[in-house]
């Protein structure tokens, strides 16, 4: 069989191109999954309908051979898989049963089941429980692991187990471990969708933390702003949109404990951000300063500082990066942070043109968009000037118009079941997935965790919401 | 060729009443080889009466998990018109052929190409006890009502059978590895 017949066979007679990859985009064939085997689709199975792209993606051209060759192909490799990789996983992130339950919403005996050999559940409940635990539910039973990245769950297990204010509780761990998973699926819908993958990959990171190590975060904060062409001294309008768009790295809003400020994840070769939708980033200015923060982890902290998992918390953020005495890594993004949004050059210039002291904390403010504390300290350290006297009660506020630029996701979502980790680009980019024909119903509708008639109703709603803000 | 024996015949009689022939789908078929009928030469059997009698309950210990090390003794089988051969996979004739995939035999080698009532996999655990697929693109059960059928007609042949039974995500016989056999009874 030549390659055009053989492509014909596999993807249809409709399918073009030179390539597995430009026949399997336009190919027309859907098939569906179960636990066992993935087979040609047929109305009444009950299993996750996917693409020819999608099983492409996931198997590769033998399966879908295969498949072609006798109507249906079994993906168990290994007789004790998926439960093996899926107790393994539970196990590493130290997580009862109960709370991976109730985080993928079925019933623990379900969850009991899958850790079972042999026990057969339908693919959807599996891929619940693979999502919380941060695998590639995709390949459950194909690949013994299903790509989860073991230090991320041992570091989560640590943090879990800590006995200082940042241990997480059971409900932060599954949090996190879906933002890992949130982030690794976001990326992977990008190139799905042919977007940009974004800047940040261009970045070399930097193990220079030598003393004083905040002058290490300002350097890197000039090199940054640099690198991304943001002119001397001006504001960065909108700092969601420059990790999203020009870094090209996913943002997830979570509901984390009241102290945690944000975090910084990194699912195999995957880092994105975590904002906490809680606590004081509810205030536009200081979430701006959380996402700085993050922004100088991403980019510069080499992988065994990163540690797979950075989490600040309020309290740290507010530290000045020339008083905090203990952690370089946290001195530095400090540093970078409030450099990054108000570069001390253009903070200088303001104080010096300003009438007064007042009139330049306020212009430093609403110019760079940062919070009064956060202008305080800077002004400080790069004026030399006294602004502790002044009250924060008359200073301004932030406007419609900062918090416009810098939201995360549309006020009324639909469906409106679809967790708020998953409301953003994330959304955007699963409908677009789903019109190019490269994910079916099934898939977007597990994606935003909603039934398949909920997303089919609102897929409109998702891209005229998402659209504009998304497009870049 | 011996001719099926009695029980065996009587049992697959039954079900050849409920399920029609199958005609070889050309779509299927990938090169010439596949349609060339091996013989005992090759490894073909056909199914005889078992030991077991009839009545006997199935064994009280739990159905195994079929280990995937296993697989290399996995043989095809089809309900033809009169007997249901069964060879395996990589056979003789497998390994010399040069149209066969992967070097494995093809339920219509079973067959010639001809049709058949249905088709399926077998895994013998001991002289008495087999383990049975219906996974055959080319002549399967179409629905869990068939699959069980023929799985009772093999249990009618004289054995105790496990069937790994039907898979309703994807509406499809179920696969050797990753699921538990259930007792036919």
């Known amino acids: 069989m030549n390659d055009t017949k053989l492509y014909e066979f596999v993807f249809g007679p409709e399918s073009v191109g030179e390539t597995d990859e430009e026949r399997a985009a336009s190919s027309s064939r859907l098939f569906v999954r179960s636990q066992l085997q993935i087979a040609e689709d047929n109305p009444k199975a009950t299993g996750h309908r996917l693409t020819a792209y999608e099983v492409w993606k996931t198997f590769g051209l033998d399966v879908l051979k295969r498949i072609a060759d006798e109507g249906s192909c079994p993906i168990i490799q290994m007789a004790d898989e998926p439960s093996r990789t899926l107790k393994g996983r539970r196990n590493d992130l130290n997580l009862s049963t109960r709370r991976v339950a109730l985080t993928a919403g079925i019933s623990e005996e379900l969850v009991e089941r899958s850790e079972t050999p042999g026990e057969v559940l339908q693919f959807q409940q599996l891929e619940r429980i693979g999502q919380v635990l941060a695998l590639d539910e995709r390949s459950l039973g194909f690949v013994r692991g299903a ?3 073991r230090n991320l769950g041992v570091r989560l297990r640590e943090m879990a187990q800590a006995s200082d204010v940042k241990r997480f509780s059971e409900s932060e761990v599954t949090g996190l471990a879906e933002a890992a998973w949130v982030i ?10 042919g977007e940009s993958k974004g800047t940040s990959s261009q970045f070399v990171r930097s193990r220079d933390y030598s003393y004083p190590a905040y002058k290490r975060g300002y350097d890197l904060a000039l090199t940054t702003r640099k690198k991304l062409s943001i002119a001397d001294d001006a504001p960065i309008g909108s700092l969601k949109s420059l990790i999203e768009d020009t870094l090209g790295t996913p943002v997830i809003q979570l509901a984390l404990g009241e102290n945690f400020a944000g975090a910084t994840v990194a699912n195999n070769t995957s880092r994105g951000i975590v904002v906490n939708e809680k606590g004081a980033n509810a205030n536009v200015w200081v979430r701006r300063m959380t996402l700085a923060h993050e922004v100088g982890h991403l980019l510069w902290d080499p992988d ?10 309020y309290d740290e953020l507010d530290v000045p990066p020339q008083v905090m005495r203990t952690d370089v890594v946290e001195i ?5 942070a409030i450099a990054f949004l108000a570069p001390p050059s253009g903070v200088r210039k303001i104080m010096d043109n300003a009438g007064s002291n007042f009139d330049g904390m306020a212009e430093v403010m609403t110019k760079y968009g940062i919070s009064a504390t956060a202008a305080k300290h800077h002004i400080w350290n790069t004026a030399r000037i006294d602004v502790s006297n002044i009250s924060i009660a008359s200073l301004p506020t932030t406007s419609d118009d900062w918090v416009a630029r810098e939201n995360l996701t549309v006020d009324f979502f639909k469906p409106q079941e679809t967790p708020i980790s998953r409301r953003g680009r994330f959304a955007y980019l699963s409908a677009k997935a789903y019109r190019a024909g490269k994910i079916t119903a099934d898939t977007a509708s597990a994606y935003l965790k909603c039934t398949k008639a909920e997303f089919e109703q609102n897929v409109d709603f998702i891209f005229a919401a998402l659209e504009g803000s998304n497009s870049g | 060729m011996p001719e099926a024996d009695a029980r065996t015949r009587a ?17 299927r078929v990938r090169h010439s080889d596949e349609c060339i009928q091996i013989t005992q030469g090759d490894g073909l059997e056909v199914l005889r009466d078992g030991p077991v009698v009839a009545g006997e309950p199935p064994p009280s210990i739990a159905p195994p998990l079929i280990d995937d090390a296993r697989t290399e003794d996995i043989r095809l089988w089809v309900v033809r018109e009169r007997d249901v051969p069964f060879a395996p996979e990589r056979c003789g004739f497998a390994r010399n052929a040069t149209g066969l995939v992967q070097n494995k035999i093809k339920h219509s080698n079973l067959t010639g190409g001809a049709s058949a009532h249905c088709g399926g996999e077998i895994l013998f655990l001991d002289e008495q006890t087999f383990v049975i697929t219906g996974r055959s693109g080319r002549y399967g059960p179409k629905s869990s009502e068939e699959m069980e059928s023929v799985s009772k007609a093999f249990r009618g042949s004289g054995y105790h059978v496990l069937s790994m039974g039907w898979d309703p995500g994807t509406e499809q016989p179920t696969p050797f590895i990753g699921a538990l056999p259930k007792w036919v009874c």
């Open chain 1, 147 to 149: 790509q989860g990245d």
């Open chain 1, 184 to 193: 690794a699926r976001q990326l992977e819908l990008s190139e799905t969708n």
């Open chain 1, 304 to 313: 065994e500082r990163l540690d797979k998992l950075r989490v600040d918390s």
């Open chain 1, 332 to 336: 530095r993004a400090n540093a970078f």
């Open chain 2, 11 to 27: 049992a697959f009689d039954e079900f050849r009443r409920g399920a029609p022939l199958k005609p070889l789908s050309p779509e």
